[in-house]
């Protein structure tokens, strides 16, 4: 059979909720930090008692309009909130204030890279809205009798960012969401922390077969809190839709949970039970007009953005795409390289080392750079000595292995452990003659024409210095060996 990309078009729309970094909350003065003892950041007003008047928090709005500029958005002047109302435990209003009508913005977009080619995904809207609380189910504190409710959460501020139905692949999808995350972060509007709830997505799918124009009917899927489990349980969408249609089946408009565990999707609510959420202009809040001038304001705020930046280090460093796109990835990330190439003026040779061996240290403990135990400084200083020839590459990864176990300099571990790299000749060649004389099967063989045994020797002399001679010199003084004997 087919498979089922190529029998279905995939069309995939995402709804991504990030939280605003602001100290205090949308609507009251309420700390937003999160870990509190449950109820500890409440007062009246996000506990919604009666009487009570929201005033909007300014900072709130500005992170949202920078969020909006940085993803290309025209921010709208007039904008209005209005009242979602549904039944909830964790709502305490009966109501979530958000936008409708008149969002914060609209139009923009987002460039993405997959498969290689760079794709365009426009922004339908952001728009502006309160968290709501958390339900805590008793069972996992011991009382499977009792349900709980944690409003720390309530009123902190969000911004909603619509995308249009054009990721047409689970793995465009989650190129759109890094990029976006990386936005945001890199506009220091949001922490992105996706485990804190911060960075959180919806993810709407429908399938529709090549060449038709009208959309399937699509299924929305919440409770997406990593971008592994975006990719699967889209991916697990798609097949359980195709399976529908193949079948002559429809698709049933509804909401969908992912399970981790199962990695399944599975019915919440269908439409017909979907709320009608008789949204109308928030009563409490006056409408908000946002002047140019403001908007410039933020605009000239906005740091060199992940885009930019790749382009920059493209041209200014000659790195490849791949090494570009990895570094910009973070902004600390960016700048730890950028303080390298300060330091020392070969940019390849600190990307090399930054992605590879360093990346590598700090992922097997689930460390950012910030926290790395080499500063730019050590690393740099490393390289020198590499570029030096005080040390070969190989033995530097060791000398970088230590660096991050005891934080010493790299200087201090090659004289202690006397790393320092074999360039005397006749050092060289007492030990290539040492290996010839211990390998006469294999010396053999050479002779007789078996030349990949060039390879073996290499290693063993490269072995028997403990790794520290100058492997260009042992490469070239082999040669001149083997040839003559
Ligand atoms: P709702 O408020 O019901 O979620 P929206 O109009 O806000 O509806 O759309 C939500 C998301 O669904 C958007 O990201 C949009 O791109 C996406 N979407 C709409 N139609 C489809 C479809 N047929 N297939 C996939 N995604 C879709
Ligand atoms: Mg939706
Ligand atoms: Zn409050």
């Known amino acids: 059979m087919m498979d089922t990309q190529s029998r279905y078009e995939v069309v995939i729309g995402l709804e991504v909720h990030c939280q605003l970094n602001t100290r205090t909350k949308i609507f009251c003065s309420c700390s937003t930090e999160f870990g509190k003892e449950p109820n500890e950041n409440t007062c009246p007003i996000c506990l919604g008692m009666p009487g009570v008047l929201p005033v909007l928090n300014k900072v709130a709005l500005e992170y949202a309009i920078k969020a909006s500029l940085a993803t290309h958005c025209e921010v709208q002047a007039l904008n209005r909130f209005a009242r979602k109302n549904y ?60 349900s709980y409710v944690d ?15 054009e990721m047409r692949s689970s793995e465009e999808a989650r190129q759109y969401l890094m990029e976006l995350k990386s936005i945001l972060e890199y ?82 609510r269908s439409k017909e039970e979907a709320h009608d959420y008789r949204y109308f202009p928030e009563p409490d809040l006056v409408p908000v007009v946002i002047d140019s001038e403001w908007i410039e304001k933020v605009r000239q705020s906005l740091p060199e953005l992940p885009e930019q930046k790749r382009e920059r280090f493209l041209k200014d ?57 080499i500063s730019p400084e050590m690393l740099t200083d490393m390289l020198k000595l590499i570029d030096k020839g005080t040390i070969n590459g190989k033995i530097a990864k060791s000398v970088l292995e230590e660096m991050y176990q005891t934080g010493k300099p790299a200087e201090a571990i090659v004289k202690e452990k006397g790393l320092t790299q074999i360039t005397d000749d006749s050092a060289i060649e007492k030990i290539i003659d040492e290996v010839l004389a211990n390998n006469p099967n294999q010396l053999n063989d050479f002779k007789n024409g078996k030349e990949k045994l060039f390879g073996f020797f290499v290693g063993q002399v490269m072995k028997a210095s403990k790794g520290q001679a100058n492997p260009a010199q042992v490469n070239q003084m082999l040669k001149e060996k083997l040839n003559a004997s």
């Open 151 to 165: 409003f720390n959460r309530t009123g902190v501020p969000l911004v909603e960012i619509v995308s249009e139905p």
């Open 87 to 146: 039944f909830y435990p964790d709502l305490p209003k009966g109501y979530q204030i958000s936008q409708f009508e008149l969002p914060l913005a609209r139009h923009g977009y987002i460039k993405i890279r997959a498969n290689g080619e760079q794709k365009t995904i426009n922004l339908t809207r952001i728009h502006m809205e309160e968290d709501a609380g958390k339900s805590i189910h008793g069972e996992n504190l011991g009382h499977p009798d009792k």
């Open 317 to 373: 460093f000659g790195l490849p795409e791949f090494d570009a796109e990895v570094l910009t990835a973070s902004r600390p990330l960016a700048n730890y390289f950028e303080q390298c190439t300060g330091l020392f003026d070969k940019p390849k040779i600190i990307s090399n080392w930054v992605m590879g061996e360093l990346l590598k240290e700090l992922n097997n403990e689930n460390r950012s750079i910030e926290d790395s135990p």
């Open 187 to 268: 506009s220091e509007v949001s922490d992105c922390n996706m485990e804190e709830g911060s960075f959180r997505c919806d993810a709407n799918v429908s399938l529709r077969p090549f060449g038709q124009k009208e959309f399937g009917t699509r299924t929305e899927l919440k409770n997406l809190n990593s971008f592994k489990f975006v990719q699967k349980a889209i991916d697990y969408e798609v097949e359980r839709q195709a399976q529908l249609l193949d079948q002559g089946d429809s698709v049933t408009q509804e909401t969908r949970l992912y399970d981790s565990n199962k990695n399944i999707t599975y019915s919440m």
